[in-house]
């Protein structure tokens, strides 16, 4: 048996794998990576009798991904593989998806505002609800919610922050894209949470920066009394990005960057 050792730069970490080569099969030996063997036919014994495996073998062996450059000749090692625990949060939440009932937010090509905000954070709270975050909704489905009832449920229940979720929309340019977050003043925590928002949702849904606001005359941002932002997930008078909208990956991805914000407001 001849044991060899790999170095795997991986996000910045150095994993250190311990392989053992014994054995023989067509190509002369055998690579058991965690008792599995290897199927690799890049893999080979040199002269000297070093076992030589392709990194790609490895890594893929590992549930890695592998990309190649070839301009820089560079071999990108990225991992799901290394699992990390993920902090669990005792908070309570309150999402609240904007507008509902005949309150339809805003209207292009057939899509209704409202029904855009409620999918997106219901499925921000199905996230939050995984990392241990207690999450009420102020509301679950197609209903009209008053206003001053969405911040009292928050102000009532005395949770840690409300985020409102919406979705854009500008009457007079038909291209104008991106995230817009807001608070009530810049001397909030809201406004920290905002842009925590701001950061997370545009990393996730790779979108565009439209930008943040201090808004003082948005009820739900001036009647809530707990840390309150509101998310704007893009523009429907943008036809393409109302497209990306109502994809349910992009959907995703913005809950996604919702999630994180908001955790990331609870870690600190
Ligand atoms: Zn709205």
């Given at each position: 048996m001849k044991r060899i050792y790999a170095l795997l730069m991986a996000l910045g970490l150095i994993l250190l794998l311990s392989l053992s080569a014994s054995g023989a099969n067509q190509s002369g030996f055998r690579i058991l990576v965690d008792g599995e063997t290897l199927d690799s036919p890049a893999s080979y014994i040199s002269q000297d009798g070093t076992a030589m495996v392709s990194l790609r073998a490895i890594a893929e062996a590992l549930g890695c991904n592998v990309v190649w450059d070839p301009v820089t000749r560079t071999a990108s090692v990225s991992s799901a593989a290394l699992p990390e625990e993920a902090p669990q949060y005792s908070a309570l939440v309150v999402l609240d998806p904007g507008h509902g009932g005949e309150a339809n937010g805003a209207e292009y090509g057939g899509v209704m505002e409202k029904d855009l905000n409620l999918s997106i954070a219901s499925q921000a709270a199905v996230l939050l609800e995984e990392a241990g975050v207690t999450v009420l909704m102020t509301r679950t489905d197609d209903r009209y919610v008053d206003l001053y009832d969405r911040t009292a449920l928050a102000n009532g229940q005395k949770a840690d922050l409300f985020v409102s979720v919406h979705c854009n929309a500008n009457v007079d340019h038909d291209d104008v894209t991106g995230i817009y977050t807001c608070a009530y003043?810049?001397?909030?925590n809201g406004w920290r949470l905002a842009q925590l928002l701001h950061q997370t949702m545009r990393e996730a849904a790779g979108a565009d920066d439209f930008g943040m606001e201090e808004r003082p005359n948005l009820a739900v941002l001036r009647t809530s009394l707990v840390p309150a932002a509101l998310v704007e997930?893009?523009?429907?008078?943008t036809e393409e990005e109302l497209a990306r909208l109502v994809r349910p990956e992009y959907q995703a991805k913005l809950a996604r960057g919702i999630a994180d914000g908001i955790l990331a407001y609870l870690a600190q």
């Open positions: 003043s810049r001397d909030t997930c893009g523009f429907m008078s």
